[in-house]
């Protein structure tokens, strides 16, 4: 059965759309919240584990009480950041968040930390969420933790088909699951209040807490509130993906900014007053969330659903990269620091490359990290915390130089964003620096250069491409009087496809010169008694090549003095070629064509023409 590509991209992402659609395949308020804010969203899944993770072996029951008060500080940063990147959206609406405003303000180098810092988080945040919403999967049904990484790889498999499927399509398939989990997270901090103050439930903890009862200090809490700072991640994908809401894009993105901020903050917090009432215990196979359900509801069937609901919004969470890094990676492609190919977009008008090269780099981190979250999780926060901190410095910048009505109001609060989430960085930096931030610390510099470095490549390019008005005179003056055109034709095997590339040859030029490559005595001579049979009046060269190059003895043989070709005049290679139409009939075949070609492409005084020759095996 021939495998028709075409046909199968059809079938799993849809046919391709015009350019003139893209407008209908932009997010209103209502699509454009569950997807640009799933990744904050769902940070409250795994945020407040992640803070009594750090209080509980040192605290034990204390913990609950000093677990609030690092809500409460996580929340107050959550809105600063709020209202700074509404005025972020207002003075970019072209997207690009801290990037573009790094870059704008405080020059290319900081744009490119921030962008670089970026990427990183939003390549953890689908390897995280992916990975946290396995372990609400194996929370609910133990008996799957053995295959942690298979399902979280399956995961990211599914959110790439289907966020390649296009805006439109992507935001109503995965916005439902989102609001569905707003609902039942809210119908469970509800109820569990309701359980407890009206009802006299006397919660029983899920997990024997630790019988110790150290003292707070200010690093141990410090460490606390950084763990818990993941209930930010995200908070900038709303900024950054400005373009992709319907017009009037800026204000449909500080709609959603806000509504995210409330939800964030009785979701968020919600959750910790839980913690602290349920008495839920950190534990490596049962989420905190799900000790909470399980009392809330009895372990009843709404354990189940809301388990169920957790894993899909965690892996939801994941849109919210696929939304930005592409997007973000676009607007560097056309600036020159990233491959051009990230800026084109694909079928379904989205940009297609950068969600494949998310999803490939996202699942290479689940195989090294085993699909861990608390592993994963030390190299989280410190890369957005940079971006935060120079979005918030540029946006500070901006306002004290254009001083337009109301710039100290703007400037105070970017000012004070920025000085909170530059201590912020600090601590996370330094609190997780042994749990992995020291990776991405060292990660920055390497893609900051590698930017760089495609830069300059572009750069030097267009300089050797570039046509002065002096050298286009200069080509129209060219004589091409007294030019000869020498045509070289390789060839292995007498058969129908050299002799299609032999014809479309002698088309082009009377100097014609066969060009064979020994590395087999016994196929040579057959070769030459073929090609003395059929008589085709064209002289055949043969070179040895004791060490079975095929390529080397082309190129010294144009290089050398027994070439009647000069400096000046034209060579064209012809490369005969056969295709097969079978996709993985080219596996079969050695093609030594394309081998030549990329050899003598690099030549300046060589043209090469590939003349293609169809295999049918249908």
Known sequence: MN?????????????????EELKGEKFNVFWGLPIMSSDAISSVAYAGEEILLILMPVMGLLSYRYMLYASLCIIFLLFMLIFSYRQTIDAYPGGGGSYIVATDNLGTTAGLVAGASLVIDYILTVAVSASAGTA????????????TVVITLLLITLLVIGNLKGIRESSRVFGVPTYIFIFLILAMLIWGIIKINFMGYIPKSSYKIPDVSGTITIFLFLKAFAAGCTALTGVEAVSNGVPNFREPSQKNAKIVLMLLAFIVLLM????????????AVPNSNVTVIAQISWQVFNGGIIFYIIQAATAVILVMACNTAFAGLPLLVALMAKDGYAPRQFAKRGKRLNYSNGIIMLGLLAAILVIIFKGDTHYLLGLYAVGVFISFTLSQFGMFKRWTKIKINGWKHKAFINGLGGVLT?????????????????????LIPIIVYTMEKIKRHYLKVAQQLRLSMDELIKYEKVSFEGQKRYVIVPIDTLNKSFLKALNYARTISENIIVFHVSVDDEVTNKLLKKWNEYNIGIPIIVKKSPYRSIIKPLAKFIDSEEYAAGPKDTITVVLPQFVVTKWWGNILHNQTALLIKSILLKRRNIAIVTVPYIIDEN
């Open 136 to 147: 609400a999967i194996t929370s609910a049904i133990p008996s799957l933790l053995p295959h």
């Open 268 to 279: 968020f917090g919600g959750i910790s007053y839980l913690a602290t009432l349920y008495h």
């Open 422 to 442: 530059f201590v912020t960085t600090i601590i996370i930096g330094v609190t997780r620096f042994t749990r992995g931030a020291w990776v991405v610390l060292i």
């Open 3 to 19: 495998l028709n590509l075409g046909n199968v991209s059809n079938a799993l992402i849809g046919k391709s759309l015009k350019t």
